[in-house]
């Protein structure tokens, strides 16, 4: 088990160096979109790549694979694909929620300047606007056609994750190793509350939807092993090195070295890798677990829908409200103080089933979110953030959901 041990240490070395120093909590932000012909129909690899080209401008770095054009970045935000043609951008960390917002919707107007001559149109929704995922093809890269086989195998909804799902994920610094158990706990408590303020798939496999929160119904059938919420989570020694060892101990699925990507099914990253496993293997280990909270050199939580840019700059100040003050956190801790893994998966559960009337750890879903906002609205200083934060207010107060609302805009 020396290879075990030298490959822990190296996770646990990369999660150290990941702590920002105390002080201010920087937030990054991804979100991804549907892009669709102005019929709905969706739009293929090829079509996509000339959307990105025209996105990309002289000041931006190109990304390629194996020849192939796959995205690009520049100093504010990187855009990227997922599986089915999803375009997603990624916004490097900043200080605040109106920096976040300001490079969100700058990235938007130009996306629509873009897209308008093309006669296509973006959507941030949870699920694909008019298509069932089975007729959504993958792009053509080898790291996805691995996972849907395996996924197909493991759960039932793999298929309906890859190809017609999209998010928004909000990322949080931390400054210790215990920093990091305090708010990895904390966000993977409040993530059956996250995935009903964030519900918003009014359609579901071409067809009207009414059920709460399908997209975490989908991610809870994928595949138990690298999705919902880590087993270890309430372990008394719960830390990096514990997170390090489970992910290291799990089946990796899809190994990269270098440049080559292959198939390993089952294998762990512990018997895929030698001993001596580099950044780069370490972050691509990482990025093939998809829990509900995921920690790489910042703790990411992956739980929300994407949704209009009024509802992200809410939720992206509520989290930063939460998780910038301890004091929020241990509140959250002591509230949910004898919560398990399974009170949480359970919980989750129960919103899918019953939005609002949910039960959740006991107590009501509407009213545990009006808890959560108003530990929110106290740690907001300013009248600008509280306002951000009005149309959550505003949807708990209805006991609504995005859903109902039918926003299709970006």
Known sequence: MANLRK???ALVAYFKAGCKPEGQMRLGLEVEHFVTHTDQSPVDFEEIGRVMQALQQSEDVPVMQDGVFVGFYNDAYS??????????????PQDNVPQLMSVYELFCERLRRVLAPMEMRAYALG???SRRAASLPLIPKKRYEVMDRYFQKRGHHGVNMMRATASTQVSVDYFSEQDFVRKYRVACLITPLLALLTDNAPIYEGEANHAYSVRT??????DADRCGIPPVLMDPDFGFETYADYVLQKPLVVSRHGQRTEGVGRKSAFEVYPSAISREEIEHVLSMFFFDVRLKNYIEIRVGDAMPAAFIAGYVEMLRAIFSSPAAQEGVLRHYADA???AIEA???GVCRNGYGAQVYGRRAED???WLLAQAKSRIPTPEGRRRLEPLVALAARKTTIRELKCYEF
């Open 79 to 92: 855009v990227s694909l997922e599986p089915a043609c999803q375009l997603e951008v990624s916004i490097w």
């Open 340 to 342: 398990t893994v399974e």
């Open 127 to 129: 699920y694909h606007p």
């Open 217 to 222: 119904s989908i991610w809870n059938d994928v």
């Open 368 to 370: 545990e979110i009006a």
């Open 347 to 349: 919980a989750k559960l």
């Open 7 to 9: 490959q822990k240490d």
